[in-house]
């Protein structure tokens, strides 16, 4: 099955601006749907706390704060190739030098 024809397969549960709740085909439970231009702002703000938290500051909050970012990272850099990979550039302009910190950043969308 084409990744267009996947595409087709979806229930919309609503239609929430910004909130969307949609099941893919063959899935028991339902996603929420993202906006891209949302999703950078969120990566944005895990940035923003990753670079302002002290070195000196609770490691785990310091690690969790790491791992939102990289996470979220994942999936806009899954979201940018899968607008590129279609001729459409991406709502906002991301600086592809601000990544987090450590050896897992930039890793693939779960």
Do not use: C, K
């Not at 609503?14 to 929420?32: M, W």
């Not at 899968?82 to 600086?95: C, I, K, N, S, T």
């Amino acid at each position: 099955m084409s990744a267009d024809e996947r595409a087709t397969q979806l229930e919309m549960w609503n239609e929430q601006v910004n909130s969307a709740v949609v099941r893919v085909s063959g899935r028991r439970f339902p996603g929420v749907v993202v906006q891209g231009d949302s999703l950078s702002i969120l990566f944005d703000l895990a940035m923003f706390v990753v670079e302002h938290l002290p070195d000196a500051s609770d490691s785990d909050v310091g690690e969790a704060a790491n791992e939102l970012a990289e996470s979220l990272l994942a999936h806009l850099e899954n979201y940018e190739r899968v607008l590129r990979a279609r001729g459409v550039e991406p709502p906002y302009r991301r600086d592809s030098t601000r990544v987090p910190r450590g050896p897992n950043s930039g890793g693939e969308a779960g």
